[in-house]
């Protein structure tokens, strides 16, 4: 045999390797998606073993290149990769695909395994995310890269299926990438004609490479040949695109060498079943019929493959050094970017205000602290959905990111809340402090990506203003109501509500202070009064609720709320002058439900069983902490268009009105005490 025979028929051997491997993990675990990774194993073995820059033995290497499937479902596709290539992950991983306590799940799970650079599985996030990451390729080679000092240069690759394509979150990233001139993604679109129900004809019919030329992105089409050298050749082409995210299309077909199964729907999602198995290793020649069969060779060989991988790292670790030689403030800092811990005490003296500052809307609050909090965090940065002049999230001595000009702390996402979401999580992945701000109403709009950074326990920050039906004369469409109990609903999503400038300050220190987990703060349009800053405590946010306001002696009653409400509460207490009233503000009920029960029966004693609650937004979630002798003054219904005075009359949300519901509340748990 030729050198080049040789050659070929050991890089058969591997890409039938990744195949075999899917199949039979699949057929393993009864229950998984064998076809698209044996489809796009040439292209997964081309990654991998020629065209990315990686190194399996220092998976967090600053300057890898990323590879993000998007197609989640397709995850056997990337637990092969990661164990031939030597990531960490064992046969016997593969052996228990999508078993309890695996690191290889059904979908692809940020923090599982060494390799997975992000969660995926809802399609359309994981390209969504990789625009996120690409994008902060660009801001970090624009901050820390200097002349002589290239030292992050690297690339994102992502595979997106049929499903990807269709979502819509995908449009406003893909969009918002060629917009940039994001030249540094480059994606697959995996375009097999499948997808569950059948031929994607059935809904599916424009031409995805034209859409994404109108974005501006390089757009390729290899057609059938997934040859490794087509496939290297188009990479290659993808790569030499500097100001624009490269789309390679290519056409497979779904579970190739099936006899009875490529081509269908049913090789998506369901194990080939035995028999099929065995006569497809047959028709590629695969010498065992043994169950993750790993031919000789098949592993040197990519062991052998990454070596170079290794050496761009070696390579850049003494490029590396003489950067920290010459510029050890910058070596230290991106390094403590990567890290996601803001710098040791920057949020020593946070800004306070009393009393006598009057009333400032959170939303402004907010604005202000944004400032304190980015000349001393350089790893925030952020944007709004177009509602800029509204969130108040400009960090104001900073200019806009731009095609070319990626050295600015301002994203301007469009109108693209759900891109938006997927684009703050990848900046975040990438060692950014992200933020993404809009209406809290339009949270709807990115709850894909808010449950993602969520389950990922990535710390990303979302920034919901306009946060109750006192946004006032917007109306019904605008008033956000079931939206603070959903995402309260999300499990290691914090969800602050401040009350006044303090808490808002206290808020975003939290949130800042995070690493395992995002925090959405909701902010008030309008002017909400300023507590006494001894008030609230130092750690408001991390309790989660505090007494605001204490009575003289055992409360007859507790008022408690959140945000614009709380003074509410407040002047309902001084109406009922007669009642021992303690009012407690709960700016963060997740944080609260985690405290200890002794603190918890500290601020709301378990004796005292007229409580009330007031919050203007969907009562779901209040019964706990009022219990059965309480109250809860909510929303039952949808806003209105009107002044926002008008509108708290209407919907009962006057101190007036709090206080009459209050004494109702007393008067019924001096009845059932009698
Ligand atoms: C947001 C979202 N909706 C629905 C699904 C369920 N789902 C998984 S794969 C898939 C479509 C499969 O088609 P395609 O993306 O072309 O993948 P292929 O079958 O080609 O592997 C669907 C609807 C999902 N994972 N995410
Ligand atoms: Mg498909």
């Given at each position: 045999?030729?050198?080049?025979?040789?050659?070929?028929?050991?890089?058969?051997?591997?890409?039938?390797?990744?195949?075999?491997?899917?199949?039979?993990?699949?057929?393993?675990?009864?229950?998984?998606?064998?076809?698209?990774?044996?489809?796009?194993?040439?292209?997964?073995?081309?990654?991998?073993?020629?065209?990315?820059?990686?190194?399996?033995?220092?998976?967090?290497?600053?300057?890898?290149?990323?590879?993000?499937?998007?197609?989640?479902?397709?995850?056997?596709?990337?637990?092969?990769?990661?164990?031939?290539?030597?990531?960490?992950?064992?046969?016997?991983?593969?052996?228990?695909?999508?078993?309890?306590?695996?690191?290889?799940?059904?979908?692809?799970?940020?923090?599982?395994?060494?390799?997975?650079?992000?969660?995926?599985?809802?399609?359309g996030q994981g390209i969504a995310t990789a625009v996120g990451i690409a994008l902060a390729e660009r801001m970090l080679a624009a901050r820390f890269n200097r002349d002589g000092h290239e030292v992050v240069d690297h690339h994102t690759f992502v595979i997106a299926s049929d499903g990807d394509m269709q979502e819509g979150v995908q449009s406003e990233a893909a969009s918002l990438a060629g917009h940039l001139g994001l030249g540094r993604l480059i994606a697959f679109y995996d375009d097999n004609h499948i997808s569950i129900e059948g031929d994607t004809e059935l809904a599916f019919s424009e031409d995805v490479g034209a859409r994404?030329?109108?974005?501006?992105?390089?757009?390729?089409?290899?057609?059938?040949?997934?040859?490794?050298?087509?496939?290297?050749?188009?990479?290659?082409?993808?790569?030499?695109?500097?100001d624009r995210p490269s789309l390679i299309v290519v056409r497979t077909h779904i579970a190739p060498g099936a006899p009875n199964k490529q081509d269908t729907a049913e090789a998506h999602g369901s194990p080939l079943g035995e028999e099929e198995i065995r006569l497809t290793k047959e028709a590629y020649g695969w010498p065992s019929q043994e169950p993750f069969f790993v031919p000789d060779g098949v592993l040197d060989h990519f062991r052998a493959a990454v070596q170079a991988g290794e050496e761009a790292r070696r390579q850049w670790q003494e490029r590396f050094a003489a950067y920290r030689e010459a510029h050890p403030d910058l070596a230290a800092e991106l390094e403590r970017f990567q890290s996601r811990r803001p710098p040791e005490g920057w949020g020593d003296g946070l800004p306070r205000q009393t009393a006598e500052d009057g009333a400032v809307a959170t939303r402004k609050a907010s604005s202000t602290v944004i400032q304190w909090a980015a000349e001393r965090v350089p790893e925030l940065v952020g944007g709004s959905a177009d509602l800029a002049p509204s969130t108040l999230t400009l960090i104001s001595d900073s200019v806009s990111v731009r095609k070319g000009d990626y050295g600015g702390r301002n994203l301007h996402f469009g109108i693209r809340e759900h891109g938006m979401g997927a684009i703050v999580n990848g900046l975040t992945l990438s060692g950014f402090r992200g933020y993404g701000a809009t209406f809290l109403i339009f949270s709807d709009y990115m709850k894909g990506a808010i449950r993602l950074s969520a389950l990922m326990g990535l710390p990303s920050i979302f920034v919901f203003t306009h946060d109750s039906i006192g946004l006032g004369e917007d109306g019904p469409t605008h008033q956000p109501i079931e939206q603070l109990a959903s995402l309260r609903a999300t499990p290691n999503l914090a969800v602050v509500r401040p009350a006044d400038f303090n808490e808002t300050a206290l808020a975003w220190r939290f949130a800042i202070d995070r690493t395992d987990g995002p925090t959405a703060i909701a902010l008030s349009r309008q002017g909400v009064p300023t507590l006494d800053s001894e008030a609230v405590p130092d750690d408001a946010i991390e309790r989660g609720a505090y007494v605001l306001r204490d009575s003289d002696g055992e409360p007859d009653l507790i008022l408690m709320g959140t945000g614009s409400e709380v003074h509410t509460c407040l002047q309902a207490a001084d109406a009922l002058s007669d009642l021992a009233v303690r009012v407690v503000s709960m700016p963060c009920l997740d944080a609260f439900e985690a405290q200890d029960t002794g603190y918890r029966d500290s601020v709301l004693p378990p004796g005292v069983r007229a409580r009330v609650a007031v919050e203007a937004a969907s009562p779901l979630g209040w019964h706990r902490w009022v219990g059965d002798g309480g109250e809860v003054v909510a929303m039952d219904g949808f806003g209105a268009s009107g002044p926002y005075k008008a509108l708290y009359e209407h919907f009962g949300f006057t101190p007036e009105a709090v206080a009459e519901r209050a004494r109702a509340a007393v008067e019924r748990s001096a009845g059932a005490r009698r």
């Open positions: 045999m030729s050198v080049a025979t040789e050659q070929a028929s050991l890089d058969k051997l591997c890409v039938d390797t990744i195949r075999t491997l899917s199949m039979d993990a699949v057929q393993q675990a009864n229950s998984g998606h064998p076809g698209t990774p044996m489809a796009l194993a040439p292209i997964a073995y081309v990654l991998y073993t020629r065209a990315m820059k990686h190194a399996p033995s220092d998976p967090d290497w600053i300057d890898r290149d990323r590879f993000v499937l998007s197609a989640g479902h397709a995850s056997m596709l990337l637990y092969s990769m990661l164990y031939l290539s030597g990531y960490g992950l064992t046969l016997d991983d593969l052996r228990d695909f999508r078993q309890l306590g695996s690191p290889t799940a059904g979908h692809p799970e940020y923090g599982h395994a060494k390799g997975i650079e992000t969660t995926t599985g809802p399609l994404y030329e109108a974005y501006g992105w390089h757009v390729q089409n290899v057609g059938e040949d997934v040859s490794l050298e087509r496939v290297t050749e188009a990479v290659e082409a993808a790569k030499a695109q500097d």
